[in-house]
Nanobody, 128 residues
Framework: QVQLVESGGGLVQPGGSLRLSCAFAGSRLDYYDIGWFRQAPGKEREGVSCISSRGGTTRYADSVKGRVTILRDNGKNTVYLQMNNLKPEDTAVYYC?????????????????????WGQGNQVTVSS
């Protein structure tokens, strides 16, 4: 059974950095495209970033482009989201999600229905 567990969130001041981790278990990580999503209070879940199964393709939402980097280490069964220059509007619960044998982050890669497996979420709060 595929399981994903996020960690690394917390409280950070504006302009600060955080690295979120998504630990994957229950199958081979290199069979899965991984997406990061976030959901702020009162708002819909939105896509942040996507990385293809072998890491060759990465995608970013316009709102985070240039500030966020997605990385994966299939040998360690972990995907990372490095977030720099954080802003108050980045405050949200962050989720990682897995898509088995996906399209390599092509097409509608932020469509949540593509991802059958989700972590429990990790809170990120950006505030002074």
């Amino acid at each position: 059974q595929v399981q994903l567990v996020e960690s690394g969130g917390g409280l950070v001041q504006p302009g600060g950095s955080l690295r979120l981790s998504c630990a994957f278990a229950g199958s081979r990580l290199d069979y899965y495209d991984i997406g990061w999503f976030r959901q702020a209070p009162g708002k819909e879940r939105e896509g942040v970033s996507c990385i293809s199964s072998r890491g060759g393709t990465t995608r970013y939402a316009d709102s985070v482009k240039g500030r966020v980097t997605i990385l994966r280490d299939n040998g360690k069964n972990t995907v990372y989201l490095q977030m720099n220059n954080l802003k108050p509007e980045d405050t949200a619960v962050y989720y990682c999600a897995a898509d088995h044998m996906g399209d390599g982050c092509s097409g509608d890669y932020f469509y949540t229905e593509l991802y059958p497996y989700w972590g429990q979420g990790n809170q990120v709060t950006v505030s002074s």
